[in-house]
């Protein structure tokens, strides 16, 4: 198996340690409180008699019922499904301190950017102590108008590691405008960020083109994944040169036979070195038990 994009935790660790890394995290971060999007999808499908063979894409499912229904019913739906689970199975407080939320809010860090709809990174901080602040891209014209005030940013607002910001680019569940789910939301979102030059507020910009990213939580066959590294990677590609980090779950052992899988590994491998990503190959709560490890030995002396 090719390994040339292996991930150097030491350099990942001086990144953090310096403050120069930002986490990005997705839907697989949250996978012990909530269901990934094949799961909601494959509910939705069944439930509407759903006539296309991807029946576990969430953002064409989410097509289907906006073109049957209306453009707000995915939206409101899955609004309602996270909050009723939620509510009928709390998210512990504290957190375990090896969830991934829990392990990223204890390195301090200024930003967190986020593509989940959910507050949990914002409570993993707030467990911790920290004044976080919660905002959202304004990717449409809706959003702005119906947000409430706690996810408006001041002018003078500058996010440090005390004060740290979550930052929601897909939205969040207060605000059912601002949600990124269906195929033509991921297209307006994605020619958004290509058109309005000042979409992002300046530090989001300056995390991207300054900082290591540190993707938490995504898979690169997520159409979602897709589609905001695109939009990103001209950040990525005019700003410091700086290595980038992810975290990848390997194609599935009952989808792949073992050869194909090696191939599929070597391929994605490639595709992230030539962008300056190496991989930890596992899911994000390995991921998380193990960075939670080594950065309590990097500062704790054991």
Known sequence: MDTSGALDWELLLKRIKRKNCTPFIGAGASADYLPVGAEIAGKW?????YPF???TDLTRVAQYLAVIEDPMSPKLRIIDEINELLTQKPVPTPMPPDQPHSVLA???LPIYLTTNYDGLMAQALRERGKDVKESICLWNDWIAKKQPDRFELTPDYRPTPEAPLVYHLHGHLE???SLVLTEDDYIDF???IGRKGDLLPPYIEESLTGS???FVGYRILDANFRVLFRSLVNYMQDGLKLSHFSVQSAPRAETFSEEERQRATNYLTRYFDRQLIAIFWGRSQEFAKELGTRWRAANDGG
Do not use: G, H, Q
Not at 45 to 49: G, H, K, L, R, V
């Open 45 to 49: 499908a069944e439930a509407e008699d």
């Open 106 to 108: 204890a390195l301090d």
């Open 212 to 214: 290591s990213m540190l």
């Open 53 to 55: 063979p991807d029946a």
């Open 175 to 177: 605000v059912p405008t």
């Open 190 to 192: 994605l020619t958004s």
